[in-house]
């Protein structure tokens, strides 16, 4: 499986890496604005809120009919372009500083809607992170996708995936095959060492 971004990534690279049997999840940011995306200026105003922390992002209010609008536009990007499946990010602004009172379940709301949309389209799709919501959004995502679970002691959070047959791929950006392998294969995660610029260099843990 590959997973890469969706605007920065044609069709004709996506139709060469399905043709070599690779299987291509494309990524988005589903809950933040990025002003460098050629869709940015459809995303309300109204709906951009605080800066995300460590990244030259905005949080997004998920409830808003705009937002949502630009996310099915984007799903209908990835349909289009030949992606087999999508990574939207940030599904997980509830549990932040947005801007916007957002609650436990308008993140359930979106995060559903998300599910939904992609599977209209004939995508699958990852929850990505958004730990405290595994158990209630298990059923409506094919596979899970995280980040430092391991670092931060939350690995056990996405049993209810493993549990299901459902993949778990997951990425530690600290320590050694020895270090983090031995902790994560007996949880049935797919994990991968990788530097946080996300260049080439990786170690897997089923190598």
Same mark, same amino acid.
């Given at each position: 499986m590959f997973d890469i971004d969706l $605007? #920065?990534?044609?069709s004709e690279t996506i139709a060469q890496l399905k043709a070599m049997g690779r299987v291509v999840i494309c990524y988005f940011?589903?809950?933040?604005?990025? #002003?460098?995306?050629?869709?940015?200026? &459809?995303i309300p105003v109204a709906a951009r809120g605080l800066k995300m922390s460590g990244w030259n992002e905005l949080w997004l209010d998920v409830r808003d009919a705009g937002v949502r609008e630009v996310m099915v536009g984007?799903?209908?990007?990835?349909?289009?372009?030949?992606?087999?499946? %999508?990574?939207?990010?940030? %599904?997980d602004g509830y549990s932040n500083r947005t801007g916007f009172p957002l609650t436990f379940d308008d993140q359930l &709301?979106?995060?559903?809607?998300?599910?939904?949309?992609?599977?209209?389209?004939?995508l699958s799709i990852a929850l990505k992170n958004d730990l405290d919501q595994v158990? &209630?959004?298990?059923?409506? $995502? #094919?596979?899970?996708?995280?980040?430092e679970c391991l670092q931060w002691n939350?690995? &056990?959070?996405?049993?209810? $995936?493993?549990?299901?047959?459902?993949a778990v791929f997951h990425t530690e950006?600290?320590? #050694?095959?020895?270090? %983090?392998?031995?902790?994560?294969?007996?949880l049935q995660l797919?994990?991968?060492?990788?530097?946080l610029d996300l260049d080439a260099w990786y170690i897997a843990c089923w190598e």
């Amino acid at each position: 499986m590959f997973d890469i971004d969706l $605007f #920065d990534n044609s069709s004709e690279t996506i139709a060469q890496l399905k043709a070599m049997g690779r299987v291509v999840i494309c990524y988005f940011s589903a809950g933040s604005y990025e #002003d460098w995306r050629a869709d940015a200026s &459809d995303i309300p105003v109204a709906a951009r809120g605080l800066k995300m922390s460590g990244w030259n992002e905005l949080w997004l209010d998920v409830r808003d009919a705009g937002v949502r609008e630009v996310m099915v536009g984007r799903l209908d990007l990835a349909k289009t372009k030949g992606c087999d499946g %999508v990574e939207p990010d940030n %599904v997980d602004g509830y549990s932040n500083r947005t801007g916007f009172p957002l609650t436990f379940d308008d993140q359930l &709301d979106y995060n559903k809607f998300l599910a939904s949309a992609a599977h209209q389209r004939g995508l699958s799709i990852a929850l990505k992170n958004d730990l405290d919501q595994v158990k &209630d959004l298990e059923p409506f $995502f #094919d596979f899970a996708i995280n980040e430092e679970c391991l670092q931060w002691n939350e690995c &056990d959070m996405l049993s209810p $995936f493993i549990a299901k047959g459902k993949a778990v791929f997951h990425t530690e950006y600290e320590g #050694d095959a020895t270090t %983090v392998c031995a902790k994560t294969a007996p949880l049935q995660l797919s994990t991968l060492i990788k530097r946080l610029d996300l260049d080439a260099w990786y170690i897997a843990c089923w190598e």
